[in-house]
């Protein structure tokens, strides 16, 4: 074939030695060939630049004795080196973890390729092995490890975080799902052991005594019934600390506890405590009690961090501790304004008259609950009985303008009938206290006939009605003159009722605390009830009305009575 213009012919085994040569130099891995005696007898400029050897001083280095002597062998194991002896079989062979010693003595990490030489060189069983530093590489690996074993260390201790932050919130929550203190101390150290300690005890103290309230042991039944302090004697050194806490010390810290001298075992010698960490009870300068934590022979001292994780109990029972004592006091704050706002009754001549007030007993609410009863001027006696809605002061307050208003109005207007007077109430609170709560009440009037019987005339404003029990027993609902709670339309007409009240008679006005549940309908409460009343109507009425709060009513709810009895002659 003839060749075109500006070209020349070049021999084909010529160009691809060329070719060849400048891709052998132009590579940027190490790559050189031994001969079966293991001398170099090629090698291309990078490796030479990576063993640190000048150009053309690699050629005839024995790779077996220089390159990767056996000494370095020994320190770099468990690294492994190419030898032509590894591609005799005429397979390929390569590695990641090879060392190759610089010139200046250093060894070279390197991962590395061993091929066998091609039979027709005439150098024997020789090699070609191509080589790149690895040292990068495994910094970069080395700070991967770093990293990977920084990242589960951090894992771990996120997971400990998370399940000590967990069971801490198991512990509030044992101390204010319920607001019986010593209810929520037993549920509290049950979760004390064994992950803080082997025993745990509670003592409270309180008008200058203490008792022992809670205690439990890591092992079931090691604790016998009663052992709580009461029926064991107490080891000197555990009565001293705690002493000393109530009195306003720190924590205490006791070891090598030994047994009390004598046959008696003390509550510490039972539960087997070496240790022990005796701390405040404390908030706000208020020591509720201490806690006691111990620890056996066979378990691990305490330490700073169960110290401090022992610290941070106290406190949450400290802070559950403060929450039940302000409950009870708003409770009994609760009651006693409740009570201040009901009315004495009064003295009426062959009437018999009784109230009953009972607030809730699982809340700290001021009820809007109330009851009145008063005298006007002809000798007529008037009985009321009405709930706000709402639970708080504002309640109590606005029952205390209803009351209020009620009597003004009552005693201004004697010749108008129950359901004026509900109406006026209506129309006069929704001008001078304008409010969104709604409000029920009975406006009841006793007066006597020409004859001496007592006649009643009565107005429902969205209340339970009246229940009427005769003397032999017949309980009817007086279910007329029913109209709408006050404050939804206060200039509606409210009707009247009228009816003659038997010799004998007990008429009860009653809150929907004592008919209604959230365990059963209020037609199943009203029925109940009027058989109550029927078969305890031969009773007082006082003893009558605090059987029937105490047998029927609600105890999350106030519960107010008001009964009248005429005379039975």
């Known amino acids: 074939m003839e060749s075109g213009p500006g070209e020349r012919d070049v021999p084909a085994a010529d160009v691809d030695a060329a070719l060849l040569t400048a891709l052998f130099a132009a590579v940027d891995v190490g790559v050189y060939a031994v001969d079966d005696e293991g001398t170099v007898i090629a090698c291309n400029p990078a490796a030479e630049q990576l063993l640190g050897y000048p150009p053309g001083t690699l050629i005839g280095v024995n790779a077996h004795r220089t390159l990767h002597p056996p000494a370095l062998d020994r320190a770099t194991t468990p690294l492994h080196r190419p030898y032509p002896d590894d591609t005799a079989s005429g397979k390929r062979t390569s590695g990641d973890r090879a060392a190759l010693l610089r010139a200046d003595g250093t060894p070279l990490q390197v991962s590395w390729t061993a091929a066998p030489l091609p039979t027709a060189t005439e150098h024997g069983e020789g090699a070609v092995v191509v080589f790149h530093d690895a040292t990068a590489q495994r910094v970069r690996e080395g700070r991967r490890a ?8 951090m894992r771990e201790q996120a997971e400990y975080d998370l399940a000590e932050t967990t069971w801490l919130g198991e512990l509030t929550l044992a101390m204010t799902s319920t607001l019986n203190a ?12 064994p992950r803080l300690a082997d025993t745990a005890l509670i003592d409270l103290a309180g008008g200058g005594t203490q008792r022992r309230v809670a205690a439990a042991h890591h092992a079931a039944g090691l604790l016998p019934t009663g052992l709580s302090g009461e029926l064991l004697s107490e080891h000197p050194a555990h009565q001293a600390a705690v002493a000393r806490v109530v009195r306003g010390g720190g924590t205490q810290y006791l070891e090598n506890l030994a047994a009390t001298a004598g046959d008696e075992a ?4 039972v539960a087997d405590a070496r240790e022990a960490l005796v701390l405040p009870l404390r908030l706000h300068g208020t020591t509720f009690g201490a806690l006691t934590l111990t620890r056996a022979p066979a378990s691990p001292p305490f330490n700073e961090a169960d110290r401090a994780l022992a610290e941070e109990v106290s406190r949450r029972i400290s802070l559950g501790l403060d929450n039940a004592r302000l409950h009870a006091a708003q409770v009994d704050i609760a009651a006693a304004l409740q009570r201040a706002l009901l009315t004495d009754l009064p003295e009426v001549p062959g009437i018999e008259l009784a109230a009953h007030y009972r607030p809730a007993q699982h809340a700290a609410e001021v009820g809007g609950d109330w009851y009145d009863a008063f ?8 009985v009321v009985i009405g709930d706000v809605t709402g639970h708080d002061i504002q309640a109590a307050t606005r029952m205390s303008e209803l009351r209020s208003m009620l009597r003004a109005l009552a005693v201004d207007r004697p010749e108008e009938t129950p359901g004026q007077i509900l109406r006026r109430l209506d129309t006069a609170q ?9 409000a029920t009440a009975i406006f009841a009037r006793l007066y006597q006939s020409a004859s001496g019987a007592w006649d009643t005339a009565w107005s429902v404003a969205g209340h339970p009605p009246p229940l009427l029990i005769t003397k032999g027993g017949a309980a009817t609902y007086l279910t007329g003159a029913h109209s709408m709670l006050l404050g939804l339309r206060p200039t509606a007409e409210r009707p009247t009722a009228h009816t003659r009240l038997p010799n004998g008679a007990t008429l009860l006005l009653y809150t929907d605390g004592l008919v209604e549940s959230r365990t059963r309908s209020i037609d199943d409460g009203m029925t109940r009830l009027r058989q109550h009343a029927a078969t305890h109507r031969h009773l007082p009425l006082d003893e009558l009305c605090a ?13 107010t009575l008001i009964a009248v009895r005429t005379p039975t002659g």
């Open 430 to 438: 929704a001008r001078l206290t304008p409010a969104p709560d709604s």
């Open 146 to 153: 770093e990293r990977y074993a920084h990242s589960e260390t």
């Open 182 to 193: 010593d209810e929520a101390l037993h549920r509290l150290v049950r979760q004390l052991v």
């Open 266 to 269: 003390d509550l510490l010698d």
């Open 547 to 559: 059987k029937l709060a105490e047998h029927l009513g609600d105890t999350r709810d106030d519960i």
């Open 375 to 382: 005298l006007l001027d002809e000798g007529d006696l008037v």
